[in-house]
């Protein structure tokens, strides 16, 4: 007697994908509440695998679960913005010099059409789409750089990367999506340019003005 093949992704994973999912698009906001009975109704799903989920996602940094009180979509406190800007500087300055050493011109032009893609979106006022098209890009870049240790990392803070995205462009008013669409066009010229230290200061540039737009949204009561 032979078992049958396991799914590749299980129950709770494709709940976790879900509820990702829907806070990545807003529906599920900062700070709402997620009861495990509407989401199994929601769903069509016992609430075990809703629980399981919910654990994933508290450990990828989206969710976050209080005793007695249940889960909640994680809210973004000053310290915890301070320490993934830092962090992502740090990781994105390598990524950069790594592409740099290995760009090619279909790589080059792969990157421009996002950008190009990115800004007609921003153009037609599309805050989804560019927060797609831009979460897409920096992945390109991480993959680009072809390291398996970044890779990894990368991979452990993909949600939370996501959520520094996320905030940065709802933080965006709709006469600035276009000029934030550009600055990839900038970052890519600064990546092409003969000075390593030009690619590398403006990827931090970039990263910061983000992290900025996001420091003056949170409220004065969140945690430092």
């Known amino acids: 007697m032979t078992l049958d093949p396991l799914p590749a992704e299980n129950l709770a994973d494709r709940v976790a994908s879900s509820i990702r999912e829907a806070i990545h698009e807003g529906r599920y906001p900062p700070g709402k509440r997620l009861v495990e009975r509407g989401l ?21 940094g989206l969710v976050e679960r209080e ?8 809210t973004l406190t000053h310290r915890e913005l301070d320490e993934l800007c830092t962090l992502r500087v740090v990781l994105e300055q390598f990524v950069v010099g790594r ?5 090619t011109p279909d790589g080059e032009r792969e990157l421009r059409a996002m950008v190009a893609a990115m800004r007609a979106e921003a153009a037609a006022g599309d805050f989804q789409q560019v927060l797609r098209i831009d979460q897409r890009f920096h992945e390109r870049l991480w993959e680009m750089a072809d390291h398996d240790l970044v890779g990894e990392l990368v991979t452990q803070l993909r949600s939370r990367i996501g959520a520094f995205l996320r905030a940065a462009t709802a933080a965006l008013r709709p ?48 945690d430092e």
């Open 40 to 60: 199994a109704a929601e769903l069509g799903v016992s609430h075990i695998p809703i629980r399981e989920a919910l654990s994933k996602l508290a450990e990828e």
């Open 67 to 74: 005793p007695r009180r249940g889960s909640r979509v994680a």
């Open 99 to 103: 592409v740099r050493e290995r760009l």
């Open 175 to 222: 006469e600035e999506l276009e000029r934030h669409a550009a600055t990839h066009d900038v970052l890519l010229d600064a990546i092409l340019a003969t000075d390593p230290a030009v690619a590398q200061a403006e990827m931090a540039r970039h990263i910061e003005v983000a992290a900025g737009r996001i420091r003056a949204s949170l409220p004065e009561a969140a």
